[in-house]
Structure formats: C-alpha cells, structure tokens
C-alpha cells in the first residue's frame, strides 16, 4: 500500500513540475470548424513535457486578449504565454497604433505576472493594402526588441498557400492542417527556454 502510494505521489509530483504554456490566441488556435481533439494544440499536449492550456476564443482581439488576460493569468499561473492574436484586428482594418498597444500590454501584464511571453507573428491577407500589411506585420518583431522577448514565426506561413490544408473561407486551416502546425509549434516549443 505504501509503494502504491509512493508512486502516486511522484506521479503527480511530476505532472505540477510540468512547465505550463497557457495559448492565448483566436479562431487559428481554437480548432474552428471541428473538433477540440483536431486541434493543433490538443495534438500538441499528446508529445510534450509541457502542459498547455488552450485558452483560445474564435472571434478574439487583442483589446479581448487584454480584458481576459488577468483573470486567466491569476487562474493557470502559466510560466510562459504564447500571444497569438492580432489577425481579427487586421481583419478589421483597426488602427495599427491600438493593435500595438494594446499587445504591448498584453506583454507587460505576462511580465508582471513573472511568466516568458512569446509572441507569434502574425499576418493578414494581401488584399488589405501593402501599405497596411507591412504595418501591421511590423508590430510584431518591433514589439519582440522592445520587449526582449520570443518572437516566433507565423504557423501559417507554409499552411495558408496551400488550398488543401484551408477551410473553404481561405482563413482558417482544415484538420489536415493541425498535425503540420502541432509539429511546426512543437519544435518551436522544444528549443524553448522561459527565462
């Protein structure tokens, strides 16, 4: 009885040691259009040490990511954040000095709460203006030296140009898309140290 108790303790000794990632992201993060158990971040807890918490919302902006930010910071006490938000701001043609802000603050908020923010580029399709894409794609790496903080690169990079990993909407990836980007993110998250 004592040996089976011994292992059960060190069972979930092991699991609150875990480092946990809390996801704060949109629509690209929280499985739209299927199933939670196709989603990229699902698929990714199932090969890390890791413990994600998916906290993605389709629909969310970064004003969004701001208001929710606290509470789930307070709840999950995550030691990293991955901020991957923007796109529906893009989306919507916001300015590009309250996306900034308001990621910035996001950044600040993660910092404050001792937790390694990594932000994720992001960017919007070409038919928004050149002159507001490079805007926009520009936030993210400014904000990464502002911050000394992780930057990594666009998941949907390599996914977006190709037709058959997209939902019909030619925004959001399909389920034969999530294993791609569970492998693309996870090797990001392997070579990943929070300070």
């Known amino acids: 009885m004592r040996i089976i108790f011994f292992f059960v303790l060190v069972f979930f000794c092991q699991i609150s040691q875990a480092q946990k990632l809390l996801i704060l992201g949109d629509s690209l993060s929280a499985a739209y259009g299927m199933q939670q158990q196709q989603g990229w971040p699902y698929l990714l807890q199932q090969r890390t040490d890791w413990q994600l918490i998916n906290a993605s919302?389709?629909?969310?902006?970064?004003?969004?990511?701001?208001?929710?930010?606290?509470?789930?910071?307070?709840?999950?006490?995550?030691?990293a954040v991955l901020i991957e938000l923007g796109g529906n701001d893009g989306l919507r043609g916001h300015a590009i000095g309250t996306i900034e802000s308001n990621l910035?603050?996001?950044i600040t908020l993660v910092k404050q709460h001792k937790a390694a923010p990594v932000l994720m580029q992001i960017r919007i399709p070409p038919n928004?203006?050149?002159?507001?894409?490079?805007?926009?794609?520009?936030?993210?790496?400014?904000?990464?030296?502002?911050?000394?903080?992780?930057?990594?690169?666009?998941?949907?990079?390599?996914?977006?140009?190709?037709?058959?990993?997209?939902?019909?909407?030619g925004i959001h990836p399909n389920s034969e898309a999530q294993p791609l980007i569970s492998e693309f993110v996870g090797k990001l998250l392997a070579d990943f140290e929070p300070d």
């Open 104 to 106: 910035n603050e996001i």
């Open 128 to 169: 928004y203006g050149p002159r507001y894409g490079q805007q926009f794609s520009r936030i993210y790496p400014q904000l990464a030296e502002k911050h000394q903080i992780t930057l990594w690169p666009f998941f949907m990079d390599n996914i977006a140009v190709n037709s058959d990993l997209m939902l019909g909407d």
């Open 57 to 79: 919302i389709s629909g969310e902006t970064t004003a969004g990511g701001v208001a929710r930010l606290p509470a789930l910071l307070q709840q999950h006490q995550p030691d």
